[in-house]
């Protein structure tokens, strides 16, 4: 059984498109991303995987969000980002461009988190730190490039959306990135490196199953 829905899709998909970014405050997510947090983040667990999947691809409401943006979207990222990102730049997965959306990140944020986004960002082309871009696999700009700050406090955790392009900056707290590409962009990445096991497979088979297409490799 899918999750009750926290939003309507609508709303959510017509936020996305305009600023780039959507959220909704959820006790019952924060709750969760917590104990995911306890458990040492067990990203490439069978029980992790299935985890992330429920939160995203399981639930109806935030699945037909990602399929009223992008065509067919494929799960090829898992990221887990907190406040220890360094002070003083603006972080985001790709640079500005005045494209079509081709990435969504999902993002399941812990409690007591406060993230600042940019708005604006996602059309705006900015010069980039590569050191510490390197560093953190973001890209990362001096935060005296952009403007519009708004800020947003999850004191319960919850749900957001954000078009890959948008800027952000976490004040406080931590967050789960699962990004989910057409299948041209999803093309540009490296596949999603999973350790193999029955289990795993099993758990693979089931979301697939379920239509998740996911861009994932066996590690050697």
């Keep these: 059984m899918m999750a009750a829905p926290l ?3 609508d709303d959510a ?19 969760r ?17 299935e985890f992330l999947a429920q939160s995203c691809a399981g639930r109806e409401d935030v699945s037909k969000t ?20 360094p002070d003083g730049y603006v972080y985001r997965f790709h640079n500005g461009s005045t494209e079509d959306i081709n990435t969504i990140l999902v993002q399941l944020w812990s409690p007591d988190s406060e993230v600042v986004i940019f708005h604006g960002s996602v059309a705006r082309t900015i010069a980039i730190d590569h050191e510490t871009s390197r560093k953190w696999g973001l890209l990362a700009a001096s935060e005296r490039h952009f403007d519009l700050p708004i800020s947003t406090s999850f004191k ?5 959306f954000s078009d890959s392009r948008l800027g952000f900056a976490i004040r406080r707290g931590f967050v789960i990135f699962i990004g989910f590409a057409t299948e041209n962009e999803v093309k540009e990445w490296g596949k999603m490196k999973l350790p193999y096991s029955d289990q795993m497979k099993e758990v693979i088979q089931s979301l697939e199953a379920r ?10």
């Design 7 to 9: 939003f309507q899709v």
């Design 33 to 49: 991303v917590r104990q995911f947090s306890a458990d040492g983040f067990p990203i490439k667990s069978p029980h992790g995987l």
């Design 66 to 85: 990602c399929e009223s943006i992008l065509a067919m979207p494929r799960w090829g990222l898992i990221k887990v980002y907190s406040d220890i990102l």
């Design 211 to 220: 239509g998740t297409r996911m861009n994932y490799a066996w590690l050697a």
């Design 156 to 160: 319960l955790g919850g749900l957001a």
């Design 13 to 31: 998909t017509a936020a996305i498109r305009r600023w780039g970014f959507f959220s909704v405050e959820d006790a019952e997510m924060g709750a």
